[in-house]
Structures are given as structure tokens and as C-alpha cells.
């Protein structure tokens, strides 16, 4: 390991311990029984079988969304629509659950891949806006996300709700639904295609030649288009396909046995957390099953602590926010990094040193 | 519909509307032109409302709780730069860890404050006053329109001037615009890039802390979980598409202040209620789009010339 990347891993255990520590000190102030909290947060996981299955199935989604931002981040477009493609992607496996009414088998596949096109289609909007008028993609996918929102739920009002429970759609029939693995948990095989996305996600971006061009024009845009890369190409390509990933999450999230009916009623916030999981897996794929399931822990553990002691959920969203300061601040414990690469530089020369003399 | 258009409560609706974005789409171009997205306007907005409940229910007083609220506003603009700039961190990301920071921290400050959950309702909160303007107020027509507003609703479009005449007539507002446009130059002429950027940020959090205060005390009397409801994030699209100045931002604000006031008479109508929700949303991308390519075309002119 170079000594780099043993500094990013040592910064990302130091940032997640600080955000731990802050975290810890809110909860003393808070409750009556800090420690009691604490130790459910913490350990809540793995109290039982089925808590720990909880947090199997809630790194799901964040896998895919996680992957599909990491794509496009990856190519420096800070597009956010992923949110809002989730959004979608489960709006749309709703809709052909309930109105195609294809066999089983074949339902919940096509329900996915057409879920997967919508949100592709839908994050192409910002990129395809910044191509033809030059507008920045960040406040244009900030929009549409809550454009996402009111459609979704303007659909499933006026043709999808279920007048016998209100705001929701009617259930999602046997046939399209996705099984669960496991008895008496709801892990479902939506993990295999999640760590299946993962890994392709790594293949494109680091062994392909597209990836490559992705990434050189994430890093210096200038510098590829003067070697011939087509800059819209790779701003199209990257932002279809972290939308496709992220709205096929969103489908099969929606067909998964934690949900029975569309009732998606407010952005659930899979695109924001997916910013946190791109963040920890430094733009790689390959991690972000690790990020996810370190924040699905994290959730995890929280909810138990706030059904056995005093301490509101809302608390994750401060561990979350802090470690997420603590990673991207580059200069963070950079005196350290400096001495280490310092360190590292006076043996190689000692050793140079050795093998002449 | 025609008739609830044109009175005077509409038009007190569009200013109430109007004002909250004003507030963080001045504080979003005073960080632009120094060269900063501040998209943690979400997250400062949200902790204003919060602190305005708090501090003047504490206080008893609305202006001792906006005071507090404007320290406080501009202290989390520092906490901002301070992560910007010296620890380098993306301005994207620490934004987005601020607002989620915000997002958990209002709920259990308030929880931990007062035991309330989601909406503080046993918060006595004092909130900002209306201003009855003296004479204007008995002229008949002009008198409804223009008098009796929250005063927050005024100080919002004296700040419009005062930003305007801040960034362009004022030595530091010229720093600024150096730094945001070249900032090497400006660093040439001996000026100090990151005592400006430091300045502008907490200037933009003061700005937006208002707005935040005007939501939980003077828009609603209380303060509600996630009750910036993304009005931080249209202020940066408000912001860009008015250039970044304070005029045209004012222009964007009050397009978008109309949007929301005619969606909320639409209620009324038969038109489903979330078509008419995205009214404002779809405005800012509409015209967002519009902008970007009418600045794109020009440029493209000044180059071939």
C-alpha cells in the first residue's frame, strides 16, 4: 500500500472516530442514559439476527445510487437528479407492476429495466441542459428533483392510488414482486444485482477505455479535450448511466418486500446519501458496498436506539454530516501526511544509499 | 381567480413568498461574486428559523432573537469558510455536510430546547412585527399595498440596495468581485483572496440567517422540521439566473415570489395540486435554461468578433 492511500484510509477511521466522538457528546447532553443509547447505536446491530439482516437490506439502495453518483462525480459533474431518478425509477416499476400485468418472471424484469431507462432518461435533463445552453447542472438537477417529487405523486393519484388507503397505490401484485432470501427478514436478491452494479461500475470506470476518458475529463477537462476526447460524449454517457443505476435501484427498492405499495409520498434522500457513500469510496465503486454498509449500520443502529432510549434518530444525520467535513478537507491532518511521505522518502533513499555503497 | 389576483392580499402573498428567497438569494450572490457556491444556504436557512423561535422566545423580544439569529447566521458562514478555505475542503460537499448537519441538529436542538417534536409548538416565540407606515398607510389604494407588511418584508428590499450599493460603490464589495472574477490578479495587487472570501461568506450567512428568521417569524409563527423546503437551493438558481447581482436576483426572487402566490390561489381551482406545486420549481429551470443560453450565445458573439 502506498503510503497515500494509507493516509486516505488513516483520514477516513480518523474523521468516522471524530464523528463518533461528536456524536457521542450531543447524546450525553440529550438523554438521561447516555451510555444505554451509546451502547444500542453502537452495538444494536448485532444484537439479533434479524436487526443484522436490517441492515443488509437497507445498503441496497445506497449501493446503487452510491454507484451511480460515483460515476458521475467521477466525470466532474456534479449532478444531484440521482435523488430524483430513484424517484422516478420506482414510479415507473409501480406503474408496470400494476397496469402491464405481465407473468411472473418476466414482470419484475422488465419492471427494472424500464425503471433503469426512466432514471436515465431523467438524468440526461441536467446534463442535456448544460450541453445545449450552458446551464450549470447542479442548480438545473437541484430543480428537477422536486419536479421528480410532484410528478411521481400526481401519477399515483390520478391513476395508480388505491382509494381503500389514501396517499398510496394499489398493492404490488405477487408477480412482480421480488422474494425475499431469508425467512422472516426482507433481504432480497436485489443485493446480487447491487454488488453486481458495483463491480461493473469499477470495470467501466478503471478498465475501460470510455472510463478512462471519463475520469481523465473529471480530472482536467481542458487536458482531454486537446487529446481528442468529445467532452459531450463522456458528459452524456456519464450522466445516462449514473441514472440508469440509480433508477434501476429505485425499482427494484420499490418491488422489494420492504415496500408492498407505491407511497413514496417525499424524496426518501437515497441521492443525497449516495453523495456520502461517493465521498467514502473516493469515487470507486469497488467500495461503495464497504460505505454502504458502514452507513446502513450506522442507520441501523440509530433506529434501535431510538425505539430502546431517549435519543432521536435525527442524530445519524449529524455523524454523517461531520465525517463527510472530515474526509473532504484536504488539508485535514495534512502535517501528518507530510511527515509520512517525508518518512517514506529518507528510507527509500537509505536504501538507495545501501545498495550502492 | 381573476379577482383574487388583482387585490391587495395577493399582492401581500407575493412579498411573503418573495421575501425568504430575496434574503438567500442576495446572501447566494454576495458568495458568488467572490467566487463561492454557497449551497449551505439550505442548511444556514434552516438553523435560522430554528434560533429565531428559540432565541426570541428566550429573550422574549423579536429583535434581541433576530440579533442573536444574524451572530449565529454569520458564525456558521464562518465555520464554512473556515472549511473552505483553509482546510480546503470541496464547497459542494461541506455544504451538503452542513445541511445535513442541519437537517438532524434542528430536530434534536428543539427536542433538547423544548421537548417538542417536529413543529415547536410550545416555543412562545415572538415574531417580527408588522410596520404600519405612518401617512402612507391612509392613502387608499397605495396605503393596502404597500404599508402594513412584516417588517422583515422591508428590510428584505432595502437589502437589495444596500448589497447592490455594497458590491459595485464600496472598496471591499470591489475586492470581492476581483476575487471572484481573477482571483490571482486580485492577489497581485495585494489583495488578501481569503480574508475577502472569509468576509463575503459570513455576510452571505447574516443575509440568509434573515430569511431564515422571516420563515419561523413572520411567514409561519413557528418552526417546523425541514421548513426551508428547498428554498435555499431555488436562491441559487434565483442567484445564477439574475447574473449574481443584487438587482437581477431581486427580479428572479419576485418571478419566483409569483409562482408560489399563483400556485397557492390555484389551490382553489380543479387543476390537481401537484401540477400546480411544480409551477415554481419548473419557473427556475425554465428560465434558468433561458438565461444560460442567451449568456452562451453572447459569448459565443464577443469570441467570433
Given at each position: 500500500?502506498?503510503?497515500?492511500?494509507?493516509?486516505?484510509v488513516?483520514?477516513?477511521?480518523?474523521?468516522?472516530?471524530?464523528?463518533?466522538?461528536?456524536?457521542?457528546?450531543?447524546?450525553?447532553?440529550?438523554?438521561?442514559?447516555?451510555?444505554?443509547?451509546?451502547?444500542?447505536?453502537?452495538?444494536g446491530?448485532?444484537?439479533?439476527?434479524?436487526?443484522?439482516?436490517?441492515?443488509?437490506e437497507?445498503?441496497?439502495?445506497?449501493?446503487?445510487?452510491?454507484?451511480?453518483?460515483?460515476?458521475?462525480?467521477s466525470a466532474?459533474q456534479?449532478?444531484?437528479?440521482?435523488?430524483?431518478?430513484?424517484?422516478?425509477g420506482?414510479?415507473?416499476s409501480?406503474v408496470?407492476a400494476?397496469?402491464?400485468?405481465?407473468?411472473?418472471?418476466?414482470?419484475?424484469?422488465?419492471?427494472?429495466?424500464l425503471?433503469?431507462?426512466?432514471?436515465?432518461?431523467?438524468?440526461a435533463i441536467?446534463?442535456?441542459?448544460?450541453?445545449?445552453?450552458?446551464a450549470?447542472?447542479l442548480?438545473?438537477s437541484l430543480?428537477?428533483?422536486?419536479l421528480a417529487?410532484?410528478?411521481?405523486?400526481?401519477?399515483?393519484k390520478?391513476f395508480?392510488?388505491?382509494p381503500?388507503?389514501?396517499?398510496?397505490?394499489?398493492?404490488?401484485?405477487?408477480?412482480?414482486?421480488?422474494?425475499?432470501?431469508?425467512?422472516?427478514?426482507?433481504?432480497?436478491?436485489?443485493?446480487f444485482?447491487?454488488?453486481a452494479?458495483?463491480?461493473?461500475?469499477?470495470?467501466?470506470?478503471?478498465?475501460t477505455?470510455?472510463?478512462?476518458?471519463l475520469?481523465?475529463?473529471?480530472?482536467?477537462?481542458?487536458?482531454a479535450e486537446?487529446s481528442?476526447?468529445?467532452?459531450?460524449?463522456?458528459?452524456?454517457i456519464?450522466?445516462?448511466?449514473?441514472g440508469?443505476?440509480?433508477?434501476?435501484?429505485?425499482?427494484?427498492?420499490?418491488?422489494?418486500?420492504?415496500?408492498?405499495?407505491?407511497?413514496?409520498?417525499?424524496?426518501?434522500?437515497?441521492?443525497?446519501?449516495?453523495?456520502?457513500i461517493?465521498?467514502?469510496?473516493?469515487k470507486?465503486?469497488?467500495?461503495?458496498?464497504?460505505?454502504a454498509?458502514?452507513?446502513?449500520?450506522?442507520?441501523?443502529?440509530?433506529?434501535i436506539?431510538?425505539?430502546?432510549?431517549?435519543?432521536?434518530?435525527?442524530?445519524?444525520?449529524i455523524?454523517?454530516?461531520?465525517?463527510?467535513l472530515?474526509?473532504?478537507?484536504?488539508?485535514?491532518?495534512?502535517?501528518?501526511?507530510?511527515?509520512?511521505?517525508?518518512r517514506?522518502a529518507?528510507?527509500?533513499?537509505?536504501e538507495?544509499?545501501e545498495?550502492?555503497? | 381567480?381573476?379577482?383574487?389576483?388583482?387585490?391587495?392580499?395577493?399582492?401581500?402573498?407575493?412579498l411573503?413568498?418573495?421575501?425568504?428567497?430575496?434574503?438567500?438569494?442576495?446572501a447566494?450572490a454576495v458568495?458568488?461574486?467572490?467566487?463561492?457556491?454557497n449551497?449551505?444556504?439550505?442548511g444556514?436557512m434552516?438553523?435560522s428559523a430554528?434560533?429565531?423561535?428559540?432565541?426570541?422566545?428566550?429573550?422574549?423580544?423579536?429583535?434581541?432573537?433576530?440579533?442573536?439569529?444574524?451572530?449565529?447566521?454569520?458564525?456558521?458562514?464562518?465555520?464554512?469558510?473556515?472549511?473552505?478555505?483553509n482546510?480546503?475542503?470541496?464547497?459542494?460537499?461541506?455544504?451538503?455536510?452542513?445541511?445535513?448537519?442541519?437537517?438532524?441538529?434542528?430536530?434534536?436542538?428543539?427536542?433538547?430546547?423544548?421537548?417538542?417534536?417536529?413543529t415547536?409548538?410550545?416555543?412562545q416565540?415572538?415574531?417580527a412585527?408588522?410596520?404600519?407606515i405612518?401617512?402612507?398607510?391612509d392613502?387608499?389604494?397605495?396605503?393596502d399595498?404597500l404599508?402594513?407588511?412584516?417588517?422583515?418584508?422591508?428590510?428584505?428590499?432595502?437589502?437589495?440596495?444596500?448589497?447592490?450599493?455594497?458590491?459595485?460603490?464600496?472598496?471591499?464589495?470591489?475586492?470581492?468581485?476581483?476575487v471572484?472574477?481573477?482571483?490571482?490578479?486580485?492577489?497581485?495587487?495585494g489583495?488578501?483572496?481569503?480574508?475577502?472570501?472569509?468576509?463575503?461568506?459570513?455576510?452571505s450567512g447574516?443575509?440568509?440567517?434573515?430569511?431564515?428568521f422571516?420563515?419561523?417569524g413572520?411567514y409561519?409563527?413557528?418552526?417546523?422540521?425541514d421548513?426551508?423546503?428547498?428554498?435555499?437551493?431555488?436562491a441559487?438558481?434565483?442567484?445564477?439566473?439574475?447574473?449574481?447581482?443584487?438587482?437581477?436576483?431581486f427580479?428572479?426572487?419576485?418571478?419566483?415570489?409569483?409562482?408560489?402566490?399563483v400556485?397557492?390561489?390555484?389551490?382553489l381551482t380543479?387543476i390537481?395540486?401537484e401540477m400546480i406545486?411544480?409551477?415554481?420549481?419548473?419557473?427556475?429551470?425554465?428560465?434558468?435554461?433561458?438565461?444560460?443560453y442567451?449568456?452562451?450565445?453572447?459569448?459565443?458573439?464577443l469570441?467570433?468578433?
Amino acid at each position: 500500500m502506498s503510503s497515500t492511500r494509507k493516509f486516505e484510509v488513516l483520514r477516513t477511521v480518523v474523521a468516522i472516530l471524530i464523528a463518533l466522538l461528536i456524536s457521542f457528546g450531543v447524546i450525553f447532553l440529550v438523554s438521561d442514559d447516555p451510555l444505554n443509547a451509546i451502547s444500542w447505536l453502537l452495538t444494536g446491530p448485532l444484537k439479533s439476527q434479524r436487526n443484522f439482516f436490517n441492515v443488509v437490506e437497507s445498503m441496497i439502495p445506497l449501493i446503487f445510487t452510491g454507484t451511480g453518483v460515483c460515476i458521475m462525480f467521477s466525470a466532474n459533474q456534479i449532478n444531484l437528479a440521482s435523488e430524483g431518478a430513484f424517484h422516478i425509477g420506482g414510479l415507473v416499476s409501480a406503474v408496470v407492476a400494476l397496469k402491464l400485468a405481465l407473468p411472473a418472471g418476466i414482470s419484475p424484469v422488465v419492471a427494472i429495466l424500464l425503471s433503469a431507462c426512466a432514471g436515465a432518461l431523467f438524468t440526461a435533463i441536467p446534463a442535456i441542459l448544460k450541453i445545449k445552453t450552458s446551464a450549470d447542472e447542479l442548480v438545473s438537477s437541484l430543480m428537477i428533483n422536486y419536479l421528480a417529487l410532484y410528478f411521481s405523486t400526481f401519477i399515483m393519484k390520478y391513476f395508480l392510488q388505491d382509494p381503500a388507503v389514501g396517499s398510496a397505490s394499489y398493492p404490488i401484485p405477487e408477480a412482480s414482486t421480488l422474494p425475499t432470501l431469508i425467512a422472516r427478514t426482507r433481504v432480497h436478491p436485489g443485493i446480487f444485482v447491487a454488488l453486481a452494479v458495483a463491480v461493473l461500475g469499477y470495470v467501466f470506470l478503471y478498465k475501460t477505455k470510455i472510463g478512462y476518458q471519463l475520469r481523465l475529463t473529471g480530472e482536467n477537462q481542458q487536458f482531454a479535450e486537446y487529446s481528442g476526447i468529445s467532452i459531450v460524449k463522456v458528459i452524456l454517457i456519464s450522466q445516462l448511466l449514473g441514472g440508469f443505476i440509480a433508477g434501476m435501484g429505485g425499482g427494484i427498492e420499490l418491488l422489494s418486500p420492504i415496500y408492498d405499495r407505491f407511497s413514496w409520498t417525499s424524496l426518501l434522500g437515497y441521492g443525497w446519501d449516495a453523495i456520502i457513500i461517493c465521498t467514502l469510496a473516493k469515487k470507486n465503486p469497488l467500495y461503495t458496498p464497504l460505505s454502504a454498509f458502514f452507513l446502513a449500520y450506522l442507520r441501523t443502529g440509530a433506529s434501535i436506539m431510538a425505539r430502546y432510549s431517549d435519543v432521536s434518530l435525527e442524530i445519524v444525520q449529524i455523524i454523517q454530516g461531520v465525517v463527510i467535513l472530515f474526509i473532504v478537507a484536504q488539508q485535514f491532518l495534512s502535517r501528518y501526511k507530510h511527515k509520512m511521505i517525508a518518512r517514506e522518502a529518507k528510507a527509500a533513499l537509505k536504501e538507495e544509499e545501501e545498495e550502492v555503497g | 381567480m381573476l379577482q383574487t389576483i388583482f387585490s391587495a392580499d395577493f399582492f401581500a402573498a407575493i412579498l411573503r413568498a418573495t421575501t425568504p428567497i430575496l434574503f438567500a438569494t442576495l446572501a447566494a450572490a454576495v458568495a458568488a461574486k467572490c467566487g463561492i457556491i454557497n449551497m449551505a444556504l439550505e442548511g444556514m436557512m434552516l438553523f435560522s428559523a430554528l434560533f429565531g423561535v428559540i432565541f426570541s422566545s428566550m429573550t422574549q423580544s423579536w429583535l434581541a432573537g433576530l440579533l442573536i439569529t444574524m451572530v449565529l447566521g454569520g458564525l456558521i458562514g464562518l465555520i464554512l469558510a473556515f472549511f473552505v478555505l483553509n482546510l480546503k475542503t470541496d464547497e459542494i460537499l461541506a455544504a451538503i455536510a452542513i445541511n445535513l448537519v442541519a437537517t438532524g441538529g434542528t430536530v434534536l436542538l428543539m427536542l433538547a430546547y423544548s421537548g417538542d417534536r417536529g413543529t415547536s409548538t410550545s416555543i412562545q416565540s415572538v415574531p417580527a412585527p408588522a410596520l404600519h407606515i405612518p401617512f402612507l398607510q391612509d392613502i387608499p389604494v397605495l396605503g393596502d399595498l404597500l404599508s402594513g407588511h412584516n417588517l422583515l418584508v422591508y428590510l428584505a428590499l432595502i437589502a437589495v440596495v444596500v448589497i447592490h450599493l455594497f458590491l459595485y460603490k464600496t472598496p471591499l464589495g470591489l475586492r470581492i468581485r476581483a476575487v471572484g472574477e481573477t482571483k490571482n490578479a486580485a492577489e497581485s495587487v495585494g489583495i488578501s483572496s481569503r480574508r475577502v472570501q472569509y468576509i463575503a461568506l459570513t455576510i452571505s450567512g447574516v443575509l440568509v440567517s434573515m430569511g431564515g428568521f422571516f420563515m419561523s417569524g413572520g411567514y409561519m409563527s413557528m418552526f417546523t422540521k425541514d421548513m426551508a423546503a428547498g428554498r435555499g437551493y431555488i436562491a441559487l438558481a434565483a442567484s445564477s439566473m439574475g447574473g449574481n447581482t443584487p438587482i437581477g436576483g431581486f427580479l428572479v426572487s419576485v418571478l419566483f415570489g409569483i409562482a408560489q402566490a399563483v400556485a397557492n390561489v390555484m389551490q382553489l381551482t380543479t387543476i390537481p395540486t401537484e401540477m400546480i406545486q411544480m409551477l415554481p420549481y419548473l419557473t427556475t429551470l425554465v428560465g434558468l435554461g433561458i438565461y444560460s443560453y442567451s449568456r452562451m450565445k453572447k459569448r459565443q458573439r464577443l469570441a467570433g468578433k
